[in-house]
């Protein structure tokens, strides 16, 4: 692995890291309205970076392979669907808007299942910005390093909010500052091993290369519609993240055409 996509895959940890330190630099409360916004803002760079660096793509090396463009990308994104739902359900965590914890019984700290509810998020982006930098190693034409690292920018860019929207409440948990900065990072780490992971995988099977963008798609908008949209609208002020999802979606759109 060159050093340029090593560097690629740590990208969105950096973010996810940075916006963790904000903990020692904000408030002990993020603003409700804020944090709805960041919220709104990751959804629309999720929906965007699934269908624009992950789902066309897929159809795309379907079609070059005189494959049906169609099944490729609809088996992926069912089985990645189905693959978040499998470890949303027997993965116990704890959502910071909610008071009772998902998946299997378990004596975990409250603390240890918030920062899982999040790891689970962060699962899907890492396998995006892996099989992306696979499809750039395999030398697929519809695949290149400037749009591999348009993805790993943008969801650095909604992983900077989601680090400060997981360190600051664990404050509240009665925790430092450091610790809460230390969960916060360690929530993304899933991020570079997912996506190592996955160049790994891609690289011994490489017509599975269109399944996995699909793949990752799937559980990026299992994440969207299962976590992020329906806390980001709960409560007031839900017209704040529907801007978010506005903004994230148009900015994420830009990077993928413009560096794509």
């Known amino acids: 692995m060159n050093r340029m996509i090593l560097a690629g895959i740590l990208i969105p940890f950096a973010g996810t890291t940075l916006g963790s330190a904000m903990v020692f630099f904000m408030r002990k409360e993020m603003n409700e309205k804020v944090q709805k916004l960041l919220l709104g803002f990751a959804s629309g760079v999720m929906i965007a970076a699934s269908v624009w660096s992950l789902l066309i793509p897929a159809i795309e090396m379907a079609e070059q ?146 399944y996995l963008l699909s793949f990752a798609a799937g559980a990026m908008i299992y994440v969207v519609v299962e976590e992020l949209i329906p806390e980001a609208q709960s409560g007031e002020h839900s017209n704040i993240s529907t801007i978010g999802v506005a903004a994230g979606f148009v900015l994420m759109m830009i990077l993928d055409v413009a560096l794509g």
Do not use: C
């Open 65 to 210: 392979e005189k494959t049906i463009a169609w099944i490729p990308a609809s088996v992926g994104f069912l089985l990645g669907m189905g693959f978040l739902l499998l470890l949303d359900t027997i993965t116990p965590h704890l959502h910071f808007t909610e008071d009772e914890p998902e998946g299997i019984p378990s004596h975990l700290k409250k603390t240890t299942m918030l920062v899982l509810a999040v790891t689970l998020h962060n699962i899907p982006e890492g396998m995006a910005v892996g099989v992306t930098f696979a499809g750039v190693l395999t030398e697929n034409t519809t695949m290149s390093m400037t749009g591999a690292f348009a993805l790993a920018i943008g969801i650095a860019i909604q992983n900077f909010p989601e680090g400060a929207i997981i360190s600051m409440p664990l404050q509240s948990q009665e925790i430092s500052k450091t610790r809460a900065f230390v969960y916060g990072t360690l929530s993304g780490i899933v991020e570079p091993v997912g996506a190592f992971l996955t160049i790994l995988l891609t690289g011994l099977v490489v017509p599975l290369l269109p």
